[in-house]
C-alpha cells in the first residue's frame, strides 16, 4: 500500500482540531491532543484505556483525582458529540459520571443512634 505521510498527518490533524477545537479559535489543551492521537492509533484496546489513565493521571505512579477524570471524560464525550452521536452516551454533562465513579467504594458515614 502507498500511503502518504503528508496526507495522513493533515487528515489527523483536522480531526483533531474539529473535534476538540471545532470553533476554530487556534488552541487545544495537550491532554486532548494527546488523547486524540492514542484514538486514532492501532493497538489493542486496554492498552488505550491505560494509556489514557496514565495521561490523564499525569504519569504512570499519580492518581486520577476528580477534576483529571472530569477532563479526560469530557475530552472523550467530544467525540461522539462531533459525530452527532452525544445523545446515545448520556448527554454531554460528565458532572454525574465523575460523581459516581469517585463514590464506588467510599462508604458514607451513618448517624449512630
Known amino acids: 500500500e502507498d500511503i502518504t505521510v503528508s496526507v495522513c498527518v493533515d487528515l489527523a490533524l483536522n480531526w483533531i482540531l474539529n473535534v476538540f477545537d471545532s470553533q476554530r479559535q487556534g488552541f487545544t489543551r495537550v491532554l486532548s491532543f494527546k488523547l486524540g492521537l492514542v484514538l486514532l492509533c492501532r493497538g489493542p484496546l486496554l492498552e488505550k484505556y491505560s494509556v489514557m489513565f496514565q495521561l490523564a493521571a499525569g504519569g504512570e505512579s499519580a492518581n486520577l483525582d476528580q477534576r483529571r477524570l472530569g477532563l479526560l471524560l469530557y475530552d472523550l464525550v467530544m467525540v461522539p458529540r462531533y459525530l452527532g452521536e452525544v445523545a446515545q452516551?448520556?448527554?454531554?454533562?460528565?458532572?454525574?459520571?465523575?460523581?459516581?465513579?469517585?463514590s464506588v467504594g467510599v462508604k458514607e458515614p451513618r448517624a449512630s443512634l
Open 89 to 102: 452516551f448520556g448527554g454531554s454533562n460528565i458532572e454525574p459520571s465523575v460523581r459516581s465513579c469517585m
